[in-house]
């Protein structure tokens, strides 16, 4: 079964304001962070029943070099990112509402 893939604008935006971060940081960490920010996304498409549900409906799964966790849920066969959070800031900056 493939689902399909669609992240909202404001997980874009904060993908994007990671990579000028971490560029900023060291150049070409950014494109770092974003090769696994999408080696996670492929998986995650590959079996997005395996993460666990956090808050009803949004599952989470954490990326495996940079403190990120994706925050996502599934509508039929759509895979839909809300948010890319940093686990480095404060838990209750963590978007709340979708």
Same mark, same amino acid.
């Given at each position: 079964? =493939?689902?399909?893939? /669609?992240?909202?604008?404001?997980?874009?935006? /904060?993908?994007?304001?990671?990579? /000028?971060?971490? *560029?900023?940081?060291?150049?070409?960490?950014?494109?770092?962070?974003?090769? /696994?920010?999408?080696?996670?996304?492929?998986?995650?498409?590959? *079996?997005?029943?395996?993460?666990?549900?956090?808050? &009803?409906?949004? &599952?989470?799964?954490?990326?495996?070099?940079?403190?990120?966790?994706?925050?996502?849920?599934?509508?039929?066969?759509?895979?839909?990112?809300?948010?890319?959070?940093?686990?480095?800031? *404060?838990? =209750?900056?963590?978007?709340?509402?979708?």
């Amino acid at each position: 079964m =493939g689902f399909k893939l /669609d992240i909202l604008l404001s997980a874009k935006i /904060d993908i994007w304001e990671s990579m /000028d971060w971490y *560029n900023e940081k060291q150049p070409g960490l950014g494109n770092r962070f974003y090769e /696994d920010f999408a080696a996670t996304v492929k998986y995650i498409i590959t *079996n997005p029943y395996l993460f666990p549900v956090k808050r &009803r409906p949004l &599952r989470e799964c954490v990326l495996k070099k940079f403190p990120f966790i994706i925050i996502y849920d599934i509508h039929e066969e759509n895979v839909i990112i809300h948010a890319v959070f940093n686990t480095s800031k *404060n838990p =209750g900056q963590k978007p709340k509402k979708y």
